[in-house]
């Protein structure tokens, strides 16, 4: 029986735990890759801090989408920002960056706690300011700045560091 399997399944097993170069440094520049994009849009947000200039206005959501769901995804101030607005138990409506601050892992809305949970290292952010609530994360959540325009609500600027 062990032979006949063998047979159809011909896999020289040390040869399956063989990592070629090309391989390895095919990871390595994709891993690479995925730093420099996170790095350079991290320097490209603090920049802008700096400078005082805001991006320009993008349109999140109306206000029914928002109260209908909770919580919406956008991305803000580029294509490759994403952020999140949520409503809070207090009817207040908030949006910050959903890079965690400690290793820029996605942060999770949770609504019956009022606040922003990362999985990554147990790391959670208040709602209603951004602030660290627990973890390792070292400054609040980057806040968006909204504008609400007749029952839409847009993404304006994004608040300096606190
Ligand atoms: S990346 Fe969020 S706590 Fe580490």
Redesign the pocket.
Known sequence: MHDKVKEDFPIDWEADQYVCRREFLKFMTLASGGLAVGSVSIAALSRLRRSGAQPAAVFVCTSDELRTTGWREFFYPGTEDPCIVVQLKSGKVAAYSRR??????P?LWQAKNDRFY??????AFSAEDGSVLQ???PRPLTRVILDIRGGEIWAVGIESER
Not at 100 to 105: F, K, N
Not at 118 to 123: A, F, V
């Open positions: 965690c601050t400690h290793l820029s892992c942060v990362c999985p990554c290292h147990n790391g973890g390792p994360p």
